[in-house]
């Protein structure tokens, strides 16, 4: 008798569990920068914004975004190239008006490492380069 592929065991199921590993080194995730510009809608995005006032307009009692958001891309599946055209003007002005916003924000942060770089001491030793004087004043009065 001759095993089929049903018959073959997986070979580890515990490397699939959730918990498996939770003695490895988990890697970090970086931390956002709250002044970085969030980046454009997409036509779509810019379409469904005003489409869910509209819905909700029509339906005050329905609670759930699901409804919505199904109502929204059906919507949008029907609509010519024509009747998307404003809403994909509106989305190539945000985008300009982001990759705008990024540059600067970009050339922001070039500017800010190289000041950062000037000198060799952290802050912390400058800040004990401080404290040190201070102390001399007071030995000496």
């Keep these: 008798m001759t095993k089929?592929?049903?018959d073959?065991?997986?070979v580890d199921n515990r490397l699939k569990r959730k918990g498996a590993g939770a003695g490895t080194k988990q890697s970090k995730k970086a931390n956002k920068d709250p002044n970085k510009p969030k980046r454009p809608p997409s036509a779509f995005f810019v379409f469904m914004s005003e489409f869910r006032e509209r819905f909700k307009k029509e339906n005050p009692n329905n609670k759930?975004?699901?409804v919505v958001g199904k109502a929204g891309g059906k919507e949008w599946k029907l609509m010519t190239a024509a009747d998307k055209a404003p809403y994909m003007a509106t989305a190539e002005k945000?985008?300009?008006e982001y990759?705008?916003?990024i540059r600067a924000y970009n050339l922001g942060l070039s500017e800010g490492k190289t000041e950062e770089e000037g000198s060799d001491k952290s802050k912390s030793?400058?800040?004990d380069e401080d404290d040190d004087d201070d102390d001399d004043d007071e030995e000496v009065a």
């Design 94 to 96: 945000k985008k300009e």
């Design 125 to 127: 030793e400058v800040n």
């Design 99 to 101: 990759e705008k916003a």
């Design 64 to 66: 759930s975004v699901a």
């Design 8 to 10: 073959a065991k997986p």
């Design 4 to 6: 089929t592929v049903s």
